[in-house]
């Protein structure tokens, strides 16, 4: 036991199954589509999480998917699911925007957030079949909200940076641009990547929910394309990794000696892996005033959002009981 009183469980953790070696599950189990699921601190923090909310006979079991694999093994996989009388539901990291295109015609509904976002984070089981949702956009605004605290953007009147308008990026967008944040919002929003499909894609989602927040789009092809994007953000700007670069591929989306805006605030999406971009962040922490976050809060939010839906129980979303979770996942991850 530790100081916080962690639940002693140290089950350990199934074996990751691929698209090729799908088995049905024995116990009521939630499913991770991912890329490397097995080295995820959700292996470990899943079960003391169970055994905390209750849910004593419920287990993860991860699925490894390559980056761009086709489209016939998202489905694969989909279908595996809907048919796996014990899979209870299905948590999404890399391949939402896959999920909700190659599988589509899979789900019995979609909520309006996945509607919009194009993409399916989270899958849950219903008496007419699977449901798909969006919980990035929800994850996100929490996060963003203990990373940036309201009334902070309309203080400072700065931009916002998003690398990467991906899956995460275009759920961060959303995030950062919608209207009911009124004055809260980012002077402009910058987005980077090199695909010009994608950032049409984020551009879409941004003018329907924040049509008045000024939006940039560059379509990037090295890093000394961002290197130059940043240079030109004023003191104080928000800039966020959400390319999966650190993670899924390895690499940063920013040259290690690229400078960050004065007085920065330098977001990685990810918590795991080379995590580049943080290391070049805090090399200027001390002498531009840099202040340096990981994707922990965004990963505890992310993932209770999913055990929400999947098992319907309750989650705080902050305050004591949410500090309890998030530390007893920090003590087991």
Known sequence: MTAIDVPAVTPAPLPVLTADTLVPAEQPTLYFLGVSTGSSSI???FPAWAAE???DDAVLRGIDLPVGAPAEHTRRIVEFL???ALGVGMQITSHKISVGTAARDLFAQLRPLATLMG?????TKGPDGLHGFAKDPVAGALALD???????????????????AGGAGTALTWCLVRQERGEDRPATL???????????HLASIARQVGPDVPLELVQVGSTDDTDAVLAAQPAGSLVVNATGLGK???????????LLPEGATAWDLNYRGDLRFLDTALR?????????????TYFVHGWLQAVKEVFQVDVPTSGPAFDRLSDIARSVR
């Open 146 to 164: 203990a990373i940036v605290p309201p009334g902070a953007w309309a203080e400072r009147r700065a931009n916002a940076v998003v690398l990467g």
């Open 284 to 296: 200027q922490a001390g002498e531009r005033s840099i202040r340096v976050e990981d994707g922990w």
């Open 82 to 84: 809907r048919q796996d």
């Open 119 to 123: 993409e399916v984070s989270c899958v």
């Open 190 to 200: 910058v987005v980077t990547d090199r695909s010009r499909e994608r950032l049409d």
């Open 248 to 258: 899924d591929l390895p690499g940063s989306p920013i040259g290690e000696d690229a």
């Open 43 to 45: 292996q470990r923090v």
């Open 53 to 55: 909310l209750g849910l």
